[in-house]
């Protein structure tokens, strides 16, 4: 595949491949391990990069057992910004483009370790941990510093934004900037925070209609079952926690903390003479069965076991609906019961509470964005008198929040600290979407 490529970019005159692009591929070349899989020009004529690169399962064991690392690759100019997506998950190629068009950068996304096509031929998931991931970004910020030499940039939405904040502890002067979206930072299994913002969030008067809904869902539970069942049915597969009956209920205690997580609003839940079907429909547009089914449980492993281990959960909120719970039979049922068979699973507790309290200290150059009515912004990080990081919070903004989302005045406060940070002109024009 080097070689095509390479030879692709040779016959210029044949092809329209211009010296720049040349001279930018054979650099790419000469990254150790790395794969061009698919070049694509797009509709600005920036050229595109699907890439694997070949990295360590240990770090610790740089010539042991390798995997294959996808990444993604937006190339502008060499000394613009670099903006560095953290995927928490696997790779999605919007992700962080809103930081790109306001830098006017390149962008990089990096898909997470065991994750999407990022899996090693052999699972062991004593790899899987969040030290060896930021070890994987490290290097892979090693080796594209020798191609862009200009200001860099991490950022990353959730779980890729925890990891963002995460890298920074390791490596804090990897980056000039770091804009983590809509990232917790849990602590505990289960964070009894957002218990408390499930009490405090929206009106009384809303969470009062969101209970009444569980309510009547978990009092229909009969009718309402084979509505699961057939879900099953037709996704081909199964409910192997406790059955159906477990799943509705799972969903049921998900219900709100979704609810508010994605900013739904109060008058979409079905009135007094909805059918069955349609207060099924609506439970499951907020909190999907997916997570519950086997298959789902299996695509999952990796979030599961990372979150069980490291990063922590949230607990299910019960005590609204515990008389009506048949079989889920825990007061304070946890996502342990969701774990990959086989797989040990020890949680330290200690992990996320020394990240927290480092960036409480030390994390200078970091701009936090959080929704305010978002479920997980019950675990945001507050920053430390002493640091010069900047907190933005969007009233009522929920988990899709993003910078464009702000007031022109906050945005304006947003974009005057990166410029302090970054040393570049932030373009106020509105480019595209925002990254989902």
Known sequence: MKNITFIFCIFIA???????????????????????????????????????????LDHEE?????FKQRLYLVHHEPNAPMVLSTCGYRLYKSSGRD????VDGNQLNVEYRYYGESFPDSIDYDFLTNDLAIEDYHRIRQLFGKIYGGKWLATGISKGGETTLIYKTRYPNDVDLSIPVVAPIIQGRPDRRTDHFLDTVGTEECREKLISFQRRILENRDSIIPFVEAYAKKYETSFPVDGPGAALEYSVLEYTFSFWQWGWDCDSLPGPYASYEELYKHLTDVSTLWVYTQKGIEGGASSTIQHQRELGYYSFVTKNVQDLLKDITAED???????????????????????LDWLKANGNDILYIYGGSDTWSACAVEPGSNTNALRMIKVNGPHSTRIKHFSKEEKEKIYRYMEERLDVKISREEKGKASS
Request: charge should be negative; proline fraction near 9%.
């Open 333 to 355: 049922p946890a996502m342990t019961q969701f774990s990959p068979a086989g797989v040990e699973i020890n949680y330290n507790p200690e992990y996320m509470k020394q990240v």
């Open 62 to 66: 740089p010539n042991g057992v390798k």
């Open 14 to 56: 044949v092809w329209g491949c211009s010296p720049k692009e040349k001279n930018l591929v054979e650099k790419l070349h000469e990254i150790p391990g790395l794969e061009i899989v698919k070049t694509d020009t797009l509709e600005n004529d920036q050229l595109a990069f699907d890439l694997l690169l070949e990295q360590p």
């Open 99 to 102: 930081i790109v068009d306001l």
